[in-house]
């Protein structure tokens, strides 16, 4: 530490530091436009200005900017002198110049960085009367609104769509005083990560063009801290409604998770929880076999009929709803009678994983760590497309060898423009084993593109070149010695090795292969982590309540043993084939299903019971990292029958139980009952204060303190305003009366600070700035590896590929937008959805004698699938792929051989 002294006050601060992040972690109030805490310092707006002076001698000073000041011993500082106010206040008036008038009609209006800093800086009237500076807007896709005029030219958007996530299809034009920030032409901004434009801008350049359509303003929004649903990696959200309705997901700062970002797909994939597919009313089939409207009483007296008749009740959970759900229902049917819902492989990878995970010496790491890793070989995964927010972190990955050498040179990492133009080109080690291209492969030091079973056996040689005791691989192809052996040098010259892999391919041997790495690296003394890619948003969790498969479900059915089934928020069309379903589902005499979207599954249900979205309920996740992670109902239902599926399914048990009282009412009562079960759960307690915890006898509330229209927005009902609603299971409030000051991590509403409207006033909840947040953040791991595991390396090593005459192994492809089922539901996200087709090998395309468009017809475990050809040269020969998830097509069993009949040119 070292000792500084601002405005005569002496402050004891981390060195290595810039002056701006200093004072902000000070909790001073110093305004900045270009600088950010995650991309660092460039000095573009000169905004941050300071008096520095040379020692308690110097009476003139001379400006600095704080963001480009490192802090050294005994440096003096004046902020807040007259001199550096005055500059600051010119800077504000020279970037006001330009702008436009339309605080009042600007989405960003309230919540605006460029206002609040306008406001602290002291201008208030403009003095240039003359013509402003105006741009024409660009269609930039679905997601983002450019409104250019609004522009005060910081480079935030560039540095983050470029330098930060890898996008090349937007940049800055032009000079001087007409710098135009956009795309070449119109068009939809191709980076996966597009939609953080909308915060990382400090005006109403970029904004949220899904808003535009239920525009709401910051300060009329009921919000809770959430999670996104929309894959396994847990990223930390706020959600806000209005008049009952979701408008809009904002990132919520978690520096070990998705610190300040989030992917388009966990931005924009949110309207799912609108759509007119909703679930909103319990239906029961009548004798006639068509669906009616009943009440509660009515079908939970059905249901217990159904349960005490001592008929053979099954009961299939699910990774997309919480621990808590999946637990409830485990405790209704009983133990051995729950199933996981998903396949009998992915069931088997998943615990494969959770055994690895938690008997092996290699950790899993979080996404931050992920960011430090030196050297990364990634086995058979398409990051981007399965897991978006760890493809972000690997990019910054990449950094981290070059920026050893640049250290030495005393260019501190956040000096951002000299740190690139030192680094130049030059990245670290990072290979890739994947069956296709990947969004990632612009930043590999090199590509392997095979066969699941070739990845693996690169995989397995990999670990065989790290440790003398691994298993080797024989009759290897002919370049994969040369680059096993290039990729383990790497990965043992690394301080941070990572392994990531998944079960996206649905290779055993993959995993297997991935942990024999990450298990040598240990044997050797290194501190390396493994990451796997989880499918859902509690797909771990699920595996670590236990239970058998959908397979093993679907065998209890054909012996008799499952009369009536519980389907709690699957699809299960989604997981298996259709005609496998079809059986099942028609051999059990009583379908419940528990969800709150229409599809396949409740169309052949015989009871529907509508329950909360992730947005409308309280639960617990486990993300890929084994880090537990609470989300909390931002709103209560209109309807009293929405309600979460575990106080559904608690009420069926007290139901069952000869009309009981339930023993467990509130949220706690089912977290406790879990732990008692489950001991492993324990510190799910502690992710989050108890329901009556207060602070100076207040709640937290939803709402900010200018929240308007409690009145006015239920006159058509009733003049007066009524009585808002108790939440008995969390210790927020659904007002906008409570404590106004900061409250602990885990359950922040929403950012706010005097002065500091914007996203920006994150700062003000953290410890130092870019830190963890105040009292930490939120999440606790439950999974920690053994240092002291007696590993033994998996041996399973498969053969080589081989071509097939007139056979092809059809592997899936994974999309971001398309993929996953949820998301599918929006529609900017719908609006990108590709449509179906099947990839192929050049060489492929050239003996078949097709081209791209032509239409293939494929013969897949007796089923045909008629699809469009796409000429793919990364894709190896004798490999077809098949995108997954797309909305309108079946469930491929994949990978699977196939063959290709009835071509059409």
Not at 628 to 655: F, K, T
Not at 756 to 782: A, C, F, M, T
Request: glycine residues 8%.
């Amino acid at each position: 530490m070292i000792n500084i002294i601002i405005d005569d006050k002496e402050y004891t601060v981390t060195p290595q530091k810039s002056l701006l992040e200093v004072c902000l972690s000070l909790g001073l109030n110093l305004p900045y436009f270009c600088w950010h805490p995650a991309m660092g310092s460039v000095g573009a707006c000169r905004q941050c200005g300071v008096k520095s002076y040379k020692d308690e001698k110097d009476t003139k000073g001379r400006i600095v900017m704080a963001c480009m000041e490192p802090v050294r011993e005994g440096m003096r500082i004046g902020v807040f002198e007259d001199e550096a106010r005055e500059f600051r206040a010119g800077v504000s008036e020279w970037l006001m110049a330009n702008h436009p008038h339309d605080c009042p009609v600007c989405d960003e209006g309230g919540e605006c960085h460029l206002q609040d800093m306008t406001v602290m800086n002291g201008h208030a009237y403009r003095r240039f009367h003359f013509k402003k500076r105006t741009y024409r807007n660009q269609y930039l896709g679905p997601f983002v609104n450019h409104e250019m005029n609004r522009c005060i030219h910081c480079y935030r958007c560039v540095r983050f769509y470029r330098g930060y996530a890898g996008g090349r299809d937007f940049n800055n034009f032009a000079s001087r005083n007409h710098v135009y920030f956009g795309r070449h032409e119109d068009g939809v901004l191709q980076n996966e990560f597009s939609g953080n434009l909308v915060e990382v801008c400090p005006t109403g350049v970029f904004t949220d063009k899904t808003l535009k359509k239920h525009y709401t303003r910051k300060w009329d929004f009921t919000s809770a801290p959430s999670i996104c649903t929309h894959c396994g990696l847990g990223c930390n959200v706020i959600a806000g409604e209005r008049y009952g309705s979701l408008r809009r997901i904002r990132s919520r700062y978690n520096g070990e998770v998705n610190g300040y970002f989030i992917c388009n797909r966990g931005r924009y994939g949110y309207e799912f929880v609108n759509h007119e597919k909703r679930i909103k009313k319990i239906l029961i089939r009548n004798t006639l076999g068509d669906l009616e409207e009943t009440d509660k009483e009515t079908v939970m007296m059905h249901a217990a009929q159904l349960f005490s008749a001592r008929a053979a009740v099954i009961g299939i959970g699910s990774p997309r709803a919480s621990l808590e759900s999946n637990f409830t229902l485990q405790k209704l049917v009983g133990k051995s009678n729950y199933f996981q819902g998903v396949s009998g492989r992915e069931a088997e990878l998943m615990n494969t994983i959770l055994g690895i995970l938690r008997k092996g010496p290699a950790r899993s790491p979080s996404l931050k760590d992920i960011e430090k890793a030196d050297a990364v070989l990634v086995i058979g995964e398409d990051v981007t497309n399965t897991a978006p927010m760890l493809a972000l972190a690997l990019r910054q990955s990449v950094r981290q060898k070059p920026l050893e050498k640049i250290k030495a040179m005393n260019v501190p990492e956040w000096q951002d423009a000299a740190v690139r133009e030192a680094m130049q080109q030059e990245k670290g080690p990072f290979y890739i084993a994947s069956c296709n291209e990947t969004n990632l492969d612009d930043i590999a030091t090199k590509t392997f593109h095979g066969s699941p079973d070739d990845i693996a056996r690169l995989g397995f040689e990999v670990a065989a070149h790290l440790s003398a005791t691994a298993p080797r691989v024989s009759n290897q192809v002919s370049e994969m010695p040369a680059l096993a052996e290039e990729i383990a040098t790497a990965l043992k010259e690394a301080k941070r090795p990572l392994v990531v892999s998944g079960i996206s391919s649905l290779s055993t041997e993959m995993i297997h292969a991935a942990a024999n790495v990450a298990w040598a690296l240990c044997g050797s003394g290194k501190r390396a982590e493994l990451s796997f890619i989880m499918p859902e948003a509690n797909s771990l969790g699920t595996s670590m309540l236990g239970g058998k498969s959908l397979d093993d479900a679907f065998e209890a059915a054909v012996r008799g043993r499952a009369e009536t089934v519980v389907v709690l928020e699957n699809d299960l069309y989604r997981r298996t084939a259709k005609d496998t379903v079809d059986k099942f589902l028609d051999t059990c005499k009583n379908v419940i299903v528990l969800d709150y979207l229409k599809n396949e599954t409740t169309a052949k249900a015989d009871v529907i019971i509508p329950v909360g979205t992730f947005i409308e309920s309280d639960g617990t996740f486990v993300n890929n990292e084994g880090r537990a992670q609470r989300y909390y109902q931002v709103y209560l239902p209109s309807d009293p029958n929405l309600m979460e599926s575990w106080r559904w399914l608690g009420e069926m048990i007290g139901q069952v139980k000869e009309n009981s009282k339930p023993s467990m009412n509130n949220f706690a009562d089912f977290t406790n009952a879990l732990v008692d079960s489950y001991p492993e759960f324990e510190d799910i307690k502690e992710i989050t204060p108890p329901p009556d915890f207060r602070i100076a006898g207040e709640k937290i509330p939803r709402q900010p303190h200018r929240y308007s229209g409690r009145t006015a927005m239920l006159a058509n009902i009733h003049v007066s305003e009524p009585k808002p609603p108790e939440d008995p299971d969390s210790p927020l409030s659904f007002t906008m009366e409570g404590y106004r000051n900061e409250p602990p991590s885990s359950i922040i509403p929403f950012y706010w600070s005097p002065g500091w409207n914007s996203v920006q006033s994150i700062n003000k909840y953290q410890i130092e700035v870019g830190g963890s947040l105040h009292g930490g953040d939120p999440g606790k791991r439950l999974i920690e590896p053994d240092p002291k595991s007696n590993y033994k390396y998996f041996t399973d090593i498969p053969e080589a590929f081989k071509i097939r005459d007139n056979e092809f192994l059809t592997v899936p492809v994974y999309h971001i937008y398309g993929s996953e089922e949820m998301s599918n539901l929006a529609p900017g996200i719908a609006s990108l959805i590709p449509k179906p087709y099947a990839a192929m090998n050049p060489d492929d395309a050239g003996k078949l004698k097709v081209k791209k468009g032509d239409e293939i017809n494929l013969i897949m475990i007796d089923q045909s699938y008629r699809l469009p050809v796409e000429i793919k040269r990364e894709i190896p020969k004798g490999i077809l792929g098949i995108p997954v998830g797309l909305p309108g097509t079946p469930h491929y069993v994949l990978p699977a051989w196939c063959k290709i009949s009835g071509n059409k040119t």
